[in-house]
């Protein structure tokens, strides 16, 4: 059953901790993106990357970091150094040349 | 830089109204163009995309939408909502061939179909 996974669900975490939050997907696709979905804001993005050991800031990168090793997996660390990190994270994947991306359900992080 | 305006926060509707969400974009050349929809506690899933072609798009449930380049508009209807239609609904568009290859989302709309 092919489609993107993300976990965890939820995740709580301390001030002042670095956190992993994982997207794979066995879709075989190139690129992946991670968004972060706030209330009244949308979804705005915060890395992307077109292919494996590649990857682009997007509009919200400060405080975020990612690694692309391997096709299927796209981690996002939420830094200390993030300000406000309480928030939805999506991560998805692109199909084909018009850039129809496919979404994982997300994980809901709050810091406490 | 491109953007995505969504005018409409928060619509409520009785079962069987018409709808017609507002999307426009600011971008002067070719799009591609998309409505997603997240469902309570569900995936962001696709609704309908326009690439080329027919402007008037249809797409999954009933919806369409069309595109009127002259108006930088893609607006979502559907004739009669349905109260599993309460969801929120994003617009996005993206710019085929820029440098950074990215969709673009509008802010959402929250709709509440009251039974």
């Known amino acids: 059953d092919g489609g993107i996974t993300q976990s965890p669900k939820y995740l709580f975490r301390k001030e002042g901790q670095n956190v992993t939050l994982s997207c794979e997907q066995n879709?075989?696709?190139?690129?992946m993106y991670w968004y972060r979905q706030d209330p009244g804001q949308g979804l705005r993005l915060i890395y992307y990357s077109q292919i494996v050991n590649d990857f682009q800031k997007g509009d919200i990168a400060e405080g975020y970091s990612v690694s692309r090793e391997k096709k299927e997996s796209f981690p996002l660390t939420v830094t200390s150094a993030q300000k406000n990190p309480t928030a939805f994270y999506l991560c998805a994947s692109k199909a084909g040349a018009h850039n129809e991306q496919f979404f994982g359900p997300g994980t809901r992080l709050t810091v406490l | 830089a491109q953007s995505v305006s969504q005018h409409n926060h928060h619509v409520i509707l009785s079962e069987a109204a018409s709808l017609e969400l507002g999307c426009n974009y600011s971008y002067g050349g070719t799009v591609n163009l998309f409505w997603y929809v997240q469902y309570p506690g569900q995936h962001l899933q696709l609704l309908l995309k326009?690439?080329?072609?027919?402007?008037l798009v249809k797409g999954i449930k009933g919806f369409e939408a069309e595109f009127i380049k002259s108006k930088f508009s893609f607006n979502l209807r559907k004739p009669s909502v349905q109260w599993s239609d309460t969801a929120e609904y994003f617009c996005?568009?993206?710019?085929?061939?820029?440098?950074?290859?990215?969709?673009?989302f509008g802010t959402g709309t929250l709709l509440a179909v009251q039974p």
């Open positions: 996005a568009v993206n710019a085929p061939g820029g440098a950074t290859n990215k969709l673009i």
């Open positions: 326009y690439f080329s072609g027919d402007p």
């Open positions: 879709l075989n696709h190139d690129a």
